[in-house]
């Protein structure tokens, strides 16, 4: 029974590995379909079935998709060539200043390219079979992400039915919450990145647009999407690319305003954009968002980045339901000390003026009580 045990675990252990990436499919589906859930259920509500609510919903989110990629794929490729094409010559130019401000060296790029090929481009057999079979998984990838998500999307309520049948009343009630609470959360967090993204990537390639940086439209989806769906650091990364390439295409004073542009519309987003689109999200701490970006992603890879702020965001909601909240002692590690100094000089002023308040009560009930008895 022991050596059945050990090879068992042997078993499962190598399954789980072989279904990872499934799973990873499988989970982004699954969000996915509470990502749409909302728009279901408003068509489900003004009279449609809920199949055909759940295809067109799907499908027009991906009708709105290749429309955006129709109107801006053309130029947004055009651009992302002419970047690629360019990448040599901005090396040089960031060589050249290293070298005349700093006395850095950087190897030359044929260098590079000669140790790239040599290491890379020695079996091209090999390598165009490999881009096509990823070429084919990706494929088949999407296929099973948007069938997964269809089959939720159109079960609905049947499917949430199927798993409460195993559990009891109690559970069933605990689990519906639990499931409502994760797709309000889920859903206003996913919407509210692609709005944030969308409003940053447009008002990042007007303004690059204005100052004629090349390569607007690539630089600024970059540094919308980065923005927003990388924590903390984000902002940062989003921003170096275009000030890197205004710097080296255009000069100090192009990239200096584009550095100015990106801390200006980070402290507009964060109090304008951010509390009105993000107003029903659920905010976490940017340290443990940002070590959950780190963790998913050495786990599961780039997608699993992707993933970690909305499963976070849901272990975060089940964390709030059921864990519970204590009143804080009364101890100097819980404030700042000055915050501390101006507690307790407001805690004096507010005794001092309840004292007050409770004076002039008493006083005013005496004189109240001398005027019932005739004194004037």
Known sequence: MAV????LAIFAWYALGQLKGL????????????ALEPIVVWLVRHGWKRGLAAGVSLIGSIVVILVILALFGNLF???????GEAVPR??????EYLESQFDVVLPASDELLHEVFSQFGQDVATGAIVIGSTIIGGIFAALTILLVTYYLLAAGPSFRAAVCRFLSPDRQEEVLYLWEVTQIKVSDFISSRIVLAS???????VFLLIVDTPYALPLAVFTGVVSQFVPTIGTYIGGALPVAVALTSQGVPQAVA????????????NLVFSPKVSARALEMNPAVSFVVVLAFGAVFGALGAFLSLPIAATIQAVGNTYLQRHELVDSELLHDPEKAARDKRSGRRGSRRRANERAAREAARTVDERRREGID
Do not use: D, K, P
């Open 4 to 7: 059945v045990g050990v090879f």
């Open 258 to 269: 584009v550095l100015i542009f990106i801390i200006a519309y980070q402290q507009l987003e």
């Open 77 to 83: 490729i055009q651009q992302l060539f002419q970047l």
């Open 199 to 205: 409003l940053s990537a447009a008002f990042t390639f």
């Open 90 to 95: 901005l090396y040089l130019n960031v060589s």
């Open 23 to 34: 799973g990873v499919n499988v989970l982004l589906a699954f969000f996915l379909a509470l």
